[in-house]
Each structure stands twice: as structure tokens, then as C-alpha cells.
């Protein structure tokens, strides 16, 4: 039985909320291959479902929905990105006092283990250099106190879209990037990491191996062990399936799609431009089989 994954390509919890109940309520969803463009049945019924990881910068929408997927027997944790970026980085996403008390209302919901808070990820800039996001971070520890057990950090990867999006929204916002050595990022991830400990918050990486040396520890995603606490199942029989390098998730079925999230998060690598994403979400209804718009290949 499959990890549903809900979603890395898209913000299912905050923009499809509905389809996704749907779709439970069905009992399956299709998932269109990004890189094929083939179709696959995913089945989500209860017997056929490990749990589920769901990944979100806002689960407000959600929250109306979350009660009864747990009564149906559904268990689930909850990926988490909150960092206070500048509007000019995330002009979609929530304050950072909105996000705070979304993540304390989940823990009370679903318990500690449940939230997995995300800085993910660090963008060193003049707007954002190290300074500020050591005291950043501690603003955000004090405001999660009690809501998570644990934080996941990573570092930008510079990657194509970056410079279709992400540069030049600096440029016009006269912001400077940086891009200092893994000495100095491994400095300041212990920082972070020491800052975390004072709240009772285990910081681990995800998909950094130069950041053993800073005493950080890589970090599983997709968690079997957490989410096994979540559910009660024995899950050591799922196997791990990395995505790139230094990945130490386990398996999972994704059952979402690239260019559907109108966040606009400017370092996003899921988005080909706010303008796409816009008019394909809008394609997408609450009885659509796939979050793909598009018209997929066969099986």
C-alpha cells in the first residue's frame, strides 16, 4: 500500500482542498506523469492507503475538511512551510502570525508529532542575510513553541527557474543574492539549530548532505517512523525512494501537478509563472479526476 503524497507539486491543502475530499470520497484520483504525460489510477481507499503526508503554506482551507478524514480512519501529517519571507519572495503567503496559530490549532487537533515545520528554503540576499534569519527564526521558534517537535531547513538550489522568476525580482527590487560557502551555511545552520533546541524543536535537513559536518542531521520527508506514530501500523516495509541527491524519503505516490498553485512564490521550482498557474487551477474543478488539466496519454 502506498504513502499518498498530497503534494510536492503543488498546494493541494491550500487551493484544492476540495478536489481532494472528492476524490476520497470517490476512492480515487488519476495521476498524469509529468514526464510522460501517462495516466495512472491512484486508489485512495482506507485499505489502500499507508497515510498520508500533506505539504501546504496555508491549511486554513483545509481545516473544515480534516476532522472527518481522520474519523474515516485516514492518519496524516502535516509538511509545513513557514518563513516569513519579504512580499517580493511569497507574495501569496500568509503572515506569519496566521500560520502560527494555523499550526498550534493542528497540533491541538492531531498532537506534536503531526506538524512538521519547514524553513525551506534559506535564501541568503541583502534583504535576508544571515543576521536576519538567526533572528527570523528565533521570532518564529517563539511564536511555534509547543506546536512542533521538529524543523527541516535546506538551503536554495539555483536551478532554471530561478532565473526566469526568482533574479529578477530581485533586480527589480534592488536586492542583492548571495551565495556564500558551505563553511558559512554550516555555520548558520547550527545557529538555527541551537536557537531550535532552546524550544524544544530537533532541526534536520533535507537533502543536504554538506551539512553533516554542522552536526545537522538529514531528515526523511516522507517519514515512515512519524508517520507510523501517527497511525499505529508497522511501516518498516516501505521502502525509500530518494528524488535527488541526499534524499532520504521514503515511497510515496504524488498525487498532485506542476503549474497549479497561484502563490507565487518567487524561488518556486513547481510553477512556470503565476499566469499559468492561474488559468490552469481555474481548469480544475472538485469533480476533476486529475489536478492536470491538460489531455493526457494513455496507460
Known amino acids: 500500500m ?20 472528492d476524490k476520497i470520497e470517490r476512492g480515487y484520483c488519476h495521476m498524469i506523469n509529468p514526464f510522460n504525460g501517462k495516466m495512472s489510477k491512484v486508489s485512495l481507499k482506507l485499505e489502500d492507503v499507508e497515510g498520508i503526508v500533506f505539504w501546504s ?3 486554513r482551507p483545509m481545516l473544515k475538511h480534516l476532522p472527518r478524514l481522520f474519523d474515516l480512519g485516514y492518519r496524516f501529517y502535516f509538511q509545513f512551510t513557514i518563513i516569513g519571507y ?4 511569497d507574495p501569496g503567503t500568509p503572515s506569519i ?4 496559530k494555523t499550526a498550534h490549532r493542528l497540533m491541538k487537533m492531531f498532537g506534536l508529532r503531526s506538524v512538521v515545520w519547514r524553513y525551506d528554503p534559506i535564501i541568503l540576499t541583502s534583504a535576508t542575510d544571515e543576521r536576519w534569519q538567526i533572528d527570523n527564526f528565533k521570532t518564529l521558534c517563539q511564536r511555534l513553541d509547543g506546536a512542533t517537535d521538529i524543523c527541516v531547513i535546506s538551503f536554495i538550489d539555483h536551478y532554471r527557474k530561478l532565473d526566469r522568476n526568482f533574479f529578477p525580482a530581485l533586480i527589480k527590487s534592488g536586492i542583492d543574492f548571495f551565495d ?3 563553511d558559512t551555511l554550516g555555520e548558520l545552520a547550527s545557529e538555527l539549530s541551537a536557537t531550535a533546541c532552546d524550544y524544544g524543536i530537533d532541526v534536520t535537513s533535507c537533502c543536504e548532505p554538506q551539512l553533516k559536518a554542522s552536526a545537522v542531521l538529514p531528515g526523511s520527508c516522507v517519514d515512515t517512523e512519524r508517520l507510523g506514530l501517527m497511525s499505529g501500523a508497522d511501516l518498516s516495509g516501505v521502502k525509500k525512494n530518494r528524488t535527488r541527491k541526499g534524499c532520504l524519503c521514503f515511497s510515496s505516490k504524488d498525487i498532485g501537478a506542476y503549474d497549479t498553485c ?5 524561488y518556486c521550482y513547481a510553477n512556470h509563472s503565476r499566469e499559468n498557474s492561474v488559468k490552469k487551477m481555474k481548469a480544475i474543478k472538485p469533480a476533476s479526476l486529475s489536478l492536470t488539466a491538460r489531455k ?3 496507460p
Open 2 to 21: 502506498p504513502i499518498i503524497s498530497a503534494s510536492r507539486r503543488t498546494d493541494i491543502p491550500a487551493y484544492h482542498s476540495e478536489w481532494f475530499i
Open 57 to 59: 503554506r496555508d491549511y
Open 86 to 89: 519579504p512580499n517580493t519572495f
Open 97 to 100: 502570525a496566521d500560520s502560527a
Open 180 to 182: 556564500p560557502g558551505w
Open 262 to 266: 497561484p502563490a507565487s512564490c518567487a
Open 296 to 298: 493526457a496519454a494513455k
